[in-house]
């Protein structure tokens, strides 16, 4: 029988990023158990409400997937890649990724922390490309925050990535 973990909304006042670590564990554990998968609704939370008000969105979006005949769950990262001079990023459940509205990617690097926009030319089919200059890269997270912003980056059936930390 197959199992949906409905991945925690946004919510602000949880513990220092706490719910980011339990989106990370949700996500680990939809790929360890046979038939269960992660659904997302990371893009759906309120601020200050733990339980949000417009459900309908998530609702519409669990249907979906639940009637087979869209992704089996959300978008995630397959595999991450240097090489060259530039990180890929493979994204999986996705065949095109698209930017609606703002999407920001961290990058720990042994000096310290950049934060960068993601833009439209950062994008190709189901990866994401970026230049770097330097090969002292730790770690890349994406959302990685209790009450995410900038998560702008959805795959062509208008699901969200899930949000992700992973270290290099």
Do not use: W
């Given at each position: 029988?197959?199992?949906?973990?409905?991945?925690?909304?946004?919510?602000?006042?949880?513990?220092?990023?706490?719910?980011?670590?339990?989106?990370?564990?949700?996500?680990?554990?939809?790929?360890?158990?046979?038939?269960?998968?992660?659904v997302s609704f990371v893009d759906g939370g309120e601020e200050h409400n733990i339980h949000p008000t417009h459900k309908k969105k998530m609702?519409?979006?669990?249907?979906?997937?639940?009637?087979?005949?869209?992704?089996?769950?959300?978008?995630?990262?397959?595999?991450?890649s240097y090489t060259h001079g530039e990180l890929k990023i493979e994204i999986t459940r996705c065949?095109?990724?698209?930017?609606?509205?703002?999407?920001?990617?961290?990058?720990?690097?042994?000096?310290?922390?950049?934060?960068?926009?993601?833009?439209?030319?950062?994008?190709?089919?189901?990866?994401?490309?970026?230049?770097?200059?330097?090969?002292?890269?730790?770690?890349?997270?994406?959302?990685?925050?209790?009450?995410?912003?900038?998560?702008?980056?959805?795959?062509?059936?208008?699901?969200?990535?899930?949000?992700?930390?992973?270290?290099?």
């Amino acid at each position: 029988m197959p199992v949906k973990i409905i991945q925690l909304p946004g919510y602000s006042d949880y513990p220092k990023d706490s719910a980011a670590l339990i989106r990370q564990v949700q996500l680990k554990i939809s790929l360890q158990i046979p038939n269960t998968d992660l659904v997302s609704f990371v893009d759906g939370g309120e601020e200050h409400n733990i339980h949000p008000t417009h459900k309908k969105k998530m609702g519409l979006r669990l249907g979906r997937i639940i009637s087979g005949g869209d992704y089996a769950g959300t978008p995630f990262v397959k595999k991450l890649s240097y090489t060259h001079g530039e990180l890929k990023i493979e994204i999986t459940r996705c065949e095109e990724l698209n930017l609606c509205g703002k999407a920001v990617l961290k990058l720990k690097f042994k000096p310290g922390t950049k934060e960068l926009e993601i833009k439209n030319d950062n994008l190709k089919k189901n990866c994401l490309y970026i230049s770097l200059k330097t090969k002292d890269l730790l770690q890349v997270s994406y959302g990685y925050q209790n009450y995410p912003q900038d998560i702008g980056l959805y795959n062509e059936l208008g699901y969200p990535l899930s949000p992700f930390k992973i270290d290099i």
